[in-house]
């Protein structure tokens, strides 16, 4: 069975700095991995995508995420954070498999301090 | 630019009364999904269809029901509104061959009094 832990419910950090958003996962078979981005009162956006090529996955503004198959981890990470980065952001698992199911996490939310 | 569209942002509904919510897509998606979104709980998927009048139950299929009669529309039905579902409502669309690579609509707030 597949499972997917966001390991902070929220997380601040301050313009400028760097972010780095959790995310664990549990899978029995080759696992694709996604984050998806939800601003206030928006609906949920595809921010990066992870399909078994290469395991440094680069989304959009600036975000980018590692598949770790010996961590079990998909991390998503940005240099430098912008005001507008303030979101909710949700790691989700789904399995290669003729019934594949996608797992949504709990979701991160991120603040950005001035 | 693609886009998956919901009836209403914001709605009010009475306990027992018959609720619809309805979902437009524009990209000729053959899948279409229902969530449903609460804080701390995540998105939990409700019903989702792979192809018109086609249904499988998500994991809280209780008190919902679904209909699809066309490829671009896919609505959520409760059938006698109750307060617990009281939720935000999510409707996504995938390709049939990119099932996770899902496109979603802004979300209708249901209140249920």
């Known amino acids: 069975a597949q499972s997917v832990t966001q390991l902070d419910s929220h997380v601040s950090v301050s313009e400028g700095t760097p972010v780095l958003l959790r995310c664990n996962y549990s899978?029995?078979?080759?696992?694709?991995l996604f984050w998806y981005v939800q601003h206030p009162n928006k609906g949920l956006q595809l921010l990066l995508k992870?399909?078994?090529?290469?395991?440094l996955v680069k989304g959009i503004n600036g975000f980018e995420a590692e598949f770790k198959k010996s961590e079990t981890s998909f991390h998503l990470t940005k240099p430098s954070a912008h005001m507008s980065d303030a979101a909710e952001y949700f790691c989700?698992?789904?399995?290669?498999?003729?019934?594949?199911?996608?797992?949504f996490g709990k979701g991160t939310r991120l603040h950005i301090l001035p | 630019d693609v886009k998956v569209t919901q009836s209403s942002r914001y709605l009010v509904k009475r306990t027992g009364e018959k609720v619809f919510l309805e979902c437009v897509q524009d990209m000729d998606h053959e899948n279409m999904f229902w969530y449903r979104q609460d804080p701390g709980l995540g998105l939990r998927l409700i019903y989702f269809?792979?192809?018109?009048?086609?249904?499988e139950k998500g994991d809280i299929p209780e008190g919902y029901s679904v209909s699809r009669e066309k490829k671009e529309r896919f609505s959520l039905i409760l059938e006698s509104a109750s307060t617990n579902q009281t939720s935000m409502y999510l409707c996504?669309?995938?390709?049939?061959?990119?099932?996770?690579?899902?496109?979603f609509g802004p979300g209708t707030r249901l209140t249920v009094t």
């Open positions: 989700v698992v789904s399995e290669t498999r003729r019934d594949d199911k996608i797992i």
């Open positions: 269809s792979y192809d018109v009048k086609m249904k």
């Open positions: 992870y399909t078994s090529a290469a395991t």
């Open positions: 899978s029995s078979y080759s696992p694709s």
């Open positions: 996504a669309s995938s390709d049939l061959l990119v099932l996770y690579e899902q496109y």
